[in-house]
Each structure stands twice: as C-alpha cells, then as structure tokens.
C-alpha cells in the first residue's frame, strides 16, 4: 500500500516562498512508469494540477505556474518536493501529492496541507 505524506508551512506572506515536502512509503519513486504529481484545491475550486515528476527524474509543469514553480526528489529519502515563488493569496489551498500510473490513473493521494498566504 501506497502512502503520501505532504507537510508545509500552513500560513505564509506575500512574496514569501512556498515549500512542500511529500513523503512516500510503501513504494519508491523511483518505479519505472509512474509519475508523481502536485495539484491543489483553492476554496471553493475545483482541482488545479500544479506539475509532476516522473520516475527519470524529468518535471513538467502547469503552463499558468511554471516561472514560478520547481518540482523536485529526494530519492535517498523517497521524498518529492515543491516550491512556489512569490506567492499571493490566489495561491491559498490544500496542496495534494499524488501518484499517477502508467494509465495516466491519478491512483494514490495524500490527506492534503492547507497552506493559507495572506498579511
């Protein structure tokens, strides 16, 4: 069984930046065909997908967040990361990782991070 993790700040400022850390068990990120995703849910919105990396290491990104986005792993410790530049209060939501199969099937999640920007 699959296991996501993420963990963050909860409240930021504007202009601040935005680090999330998504922990993963039960399998490694680096499984050939499977991609690793960050999407989020700002109040009262539907899903926004954010990017994702792959298991070769190789990210892509929304095209709306991409100069303000990076994706990256931790492979030593099955971990992904994502950090977003000069953030505002638009960017307020729950932030999910979550697993993308060969299907292209988002297939696990995890409970979500509430990050909340704002003076």
């Known amino acids: 069984q699959v296991q996501l993790q993420e963990s963050g700040p909860g409240l930021m400022k504007p202009s601040q930046t935005l680090s999330l850390l998504c922990t993963v068990s039960g399998g490694s990120i680096l499984t050939t065909g499977y991609s690793w995703s960050w999407i989020r849910q700002p109040p009262g919105k539907g899903l926004q997908w954010i990017g994702y990396?792959?298991?070769?290491?190789?990210?892509v990104y929304a095209p709306s967040l991409k100069s303000r986005t990076s994706i990256a792993r931790e492979t030593s410790k099955n971990q992904l990361t994502l950090h977003v530049s000069s953030v505002t209060p638009e960017d307020t939501a729950v932030y999910y990782c979550?697993?993308?199969?060969?299907?292209?099937?988002?297939?696990?999640w995890g409970q979500g991070t509430q990050v909340t920007v704002s003076t």
């Open positions: 979550a697993r993308r199969d060969t299907a292209a099937r988002y297939d696990y």
């Open positions: 990396i792959t298991w070769s290491g190789n990210a």
